[in-house]
């Protein structure tokens, strides 16, 4: 009996069933290297959201200063409209073309933030002269 214990102890020992320090340092790196990956792609989202809310912000508010515009040539003639009109709004530059186009007025329509443009709309519309 007591020679089968002393395989047994013997067996035990010689099997490797804990983990090194080196393996668990090697876990614990590639571990690392796969949660910052990950991180990496959640701050680049984070920002493609900024960019793109900006940019929805930024159409919002031409579609907005179309919209008087449009409403504003049915009454008022250019240069009352251009007195009328914001050249800012919400941190966002407005800034607002006329130019002449046979009977209509060709009217564009930039708005920018931090001198990079991010919408743009045209229309033609008929003023009083």
Known sequence: MAEMMKKIKEKLLKQES??????????????????????TFFVQAGRTNNRIDDMNEATFIAQEQLELITG??????????KKKLATSKNGYNIHVTFE?????????VIVSKEEKPLAQMETRLPFKK
């Open 72 to 81: 504003y040539s049915e009454e008022l003639t250019v240069a009352d409209t």
């Open 18 to 39: 804990g983990v090194t320090l080196v393996e668990l340092l090697a876990s614990i790196v590639l571990l690392t290297i796969i949660v910052t990956t990950f991180l």
């Open 100 to 108: 002449p186009k046979d009977d209509l007025q060709a009217v564009m």
